[in-house]
């Protein structure tokens, strides 16, 4: 699996693009949008071949869908009508062909930003139809590497929200979104205070009372510190950065008290280290 940006007019127009400015859920329009480097133009796909989900980047449970009584492209959760095959034109150049109606292919309504995206009967002869796809790395930012620019990171997340679709907003749900986004790994489930002791025991790494960014951090059940409220099922958040002069940490979590705020997560510094609060590194395994 890897990311990509999809670029229509055979590269030379703009980027395929989830349309929203606020939380990517089911029927999020889909357009073309001058280049922004965001999530919201970065698609995971497993290959560039036949049978494939073109998952967005936002929240990896959308993805790429035909809405057959119109014809619109939106995104969607995994259904017969989220499957495409990719067409080879060579030089890095592809159609986009529906997989459940193959007379269908991803076209560009227009050049302008925000022009729509549809599916159409082919036309050989439309650049409309011809989409430049390169590979890109999900770790980069303007200026500073995007899996410890915490302003970048909560802008990204609050498009996100549920990212796991269970129990609402969850202080989870920023972390199996960073891990799956930001990483090669795979996040794995669980409640707050299991996520580190989890990933750890997934991919063998090592598990520390010290932090070091970019990584994860649990809290344990019973330890109201770290904005933890003390209950059974503990917390977990994103750490940012580290002063290690001052013994202190940055980090990016959440919570189900911001369901529907803005901003949906919340950037604080915590001293280290602290009882109950333990930690996994992620550095040598961004995307």
């Keep these: 699996m890897a990311t990509y940006k999809i670029t229509s007019h055979s ?69 017969s009508d989220t499957y495409v095959n990719f067409k080879s034109l060579g030089s890095g150049l592809y159609r986009i062909q529906l997989d459940s109606d193959q007379t269908k292919y991803l076209t560009a309504e227009g050049t302008a930003s925000g022009s729509n995206v549809k599916w159409a009967a082919l036309n050989s002869s439309s650049n409309a139809q011809k989409w430049q796809i390169t590979e890109v790395s999900t770790s980069s930012g303007s200026g500073s590497s995007g899996s410890t620019d915490a302003a970048k990171l909560q802008s990204e997340f609050q498009k996100v929200g549920d ?23 795979q996040s794995t489930s669980g409640n707050g205070f299991e996520l580190v002791g989890k990933l750890a025991n997934k991919y063998d790494l090592k598990i520390t009372d010290t932090p070091k960014a970019p990584g994860i951090f649990s809290v344990a059940g019973g330890y109201k510190t770290w904005n933890s409220s003390g209950g059974d099922a503990g917390h977990t958040g994103v750490v940012i950065s580290v002063d290690t002069a001052q013994k202190k940490a940055t980090v990016l979590h959440t919570g189900n008290t911001l369901t529907g705020k803005n901003p949906n997560s919340w950037i604080d510094t915590y001293s280290y280290p602290e009882a109950g609060v333990t930690f996994v590194y992620l550095g040598d395994y961004l995307a």
């Design 163 to 185: 990212f796991d679709g269970a129990y609402g907003l969850q202080c989870v749900d920023l972390v199996r979104w960073y891990i799956d986004t930001y990483t090669t790994l």
């Design 11 to 79: 590269g030379s127009g703009r980027p395929l693009n989830v349309a929203t400015t606020s939380t990517i859920s089911g029927r999020t329009n889909v357009n073309i949008w001058n280049d922004t480097g965001s999530n919201d133009q970065k698609w995971s796909i497993v290959s560039l071949g036949s049978g494939q989900q073109v998952k967005s980047m936002n929240n990896t449970r959308y993805m790429l869908n035909a809405n057959t009584s119109t014809w619109n492209c939106d995104v969607y959760t995994s259904n």
